[in-house]
């Protein structure tokens, strides 16, 4: 069964625009919250993370945020920009490394 | 300049092929992750191992197999390749912290 959860396969913003991407997850003893963004054919680059005994990371135009009694976490990119477009993959960790399906943005001109 | 090195980046090979997916590190990390990952979908992980001669399988059953003789080295074999084998397979390093993994840049095979 998948612990972590990205319901949304995909996702359009206009350039200049917030960009929301969610994630769920399921194991409350997960302590460290990751986001990924991924090329096609190229290997995911890590760009923020979040502790549990935290509810907010801000790093430039990505902000992270962090509800426990939710098991949610989001990803805000503001302002998003063409560059932007890729899949972004949110992660947990636990014992290991658990991974969603990923969220495909596209940040249109 | 990339610390994670993964050859070759693409391959096709014919079914029954053995192959060796080549992983190598500079960052001098002890854990290191062998994914498997296919469009739309997670990451799987395969193989992971804590330091030298150590190795473990992951959470995704693989007819492939790894060794770690050398901190840096972590290759993955797979011994007859199948059709089903074709995906992008990834390799990670972490501190084994509570920290990120950094990915190289995957290899994509192709089984015809």
């Known amino acids: 069964d998948q612990q972590v959860k990205q319901n949304s396969p995909s996702l359009s913003v206009q350039e200049g625009r917030i960009s929301i991407l969610n994630c769920d997850y399921t194991?409350?003893?997960?302590?460290?919250f990751l986001w990924y963004k991924k090329y096609p054919a190229e290997g995911p680059t890590f760009l923020i993370s979040i502790s549990s005994i935290k509810d907010k990371n801000e790093d430039g135009r990505f902000t992270v945020f962090l509800n426990k009694s939710a098991k949610h976490l989001s990803l805000h990119i503001v302002p998003s920009q063409p560059g932007d477009s890729a899949v972004y993959f949110c992660?947990?960790?636990?014992?290991?490394?658990?991974f969603g399906t990923g969220t495909s943005l596209t940040v249109i001109p | 300049e990339a610390d994670i090195y993964q050859t070759p980046r693409y391959l096709v090979i014919g079914t029954g092929k053995k192959i060796t997916l080549e992983c190598s590190q500079t960052m001098g990390h002890d854990k290191m992750y062998w994914y498997q990952q296919d469009p739309g979908m997670e990451l799987h992980l395969i193989h992971y191992?804590?330091?030298?001669?150590?190795?473990e399988k992951g959470d995704l059953s693989s007819e492939s197999t790894v060794s770690r003789i050398r901190t840096e080295h972590f290759p993955l074999t797979l011994e007859s390749a199948r059709p089903s084998h074709t995906s992008q397979y990834l390799c990670?390093?972490?501190?084994?912290?509570?920290?990120?993994?950094?990915f190289g840049q995957g290899t994509r095979l192709t089984v015809v």
């Open positions: 990670a390093t972490s501190t084994g912290g509570r920290t990120e993994a950094f």
């Open positions: 992660a947990a960790l636990g014992n290991q490394f658990y």
């Open positions: 191992s804590y330091g030298v001669n150590s190795t």
């Open positions: 194991n409350s003893m997960f302590d460290y």
